[in-house]
């Protein structure tokens, strides 16, 4: 491919898992958004990181089995689309 050049995208392919900083982010987002409705998403972001890189193993747990499930998810899903494009 020439340099420069982008390659088409394929839109049947499965999504890319998520990991687990945004599920977590995705929850609180809601309860900051009710606390402070006028905040800025660039402080809301920064707020949010800064608490997660302050929590303990225990308390992210949850959120890292949730990207674990969705891992799994796109492993099955990315085998699927593997298979059916190689039958082509």
């Not at 491919?1 to 987002?29: C, H, L, N």
């Not at 920064?46 to 969705?70: F, I, R, T």
């Amino acid at each position: 491919m020439a340099k420069g050049k982008k390659g088409k995208k394929d839109f049947t392919a499965p999504k890319r898992p998520v990991i687990a900083f945004f599920f977590y982010q995705s929850e609180r987002r809601l309860t900051l958004k009710k606390e402070f409705p006028y905040m800025l998403n660039k402080v809301m972001v920064s707020k949010m990181s800064s608490e997660w890189k302050s929590m303990n193993e225990s308390e992210k747990l949850k959120y890292v089995q949730l990207a674990e499930e969705d891992r799994k998810r796109y492993e099955k899903e990315k085998a699927a689309y593997d298979n059916r494009k190689t039958n082509i």
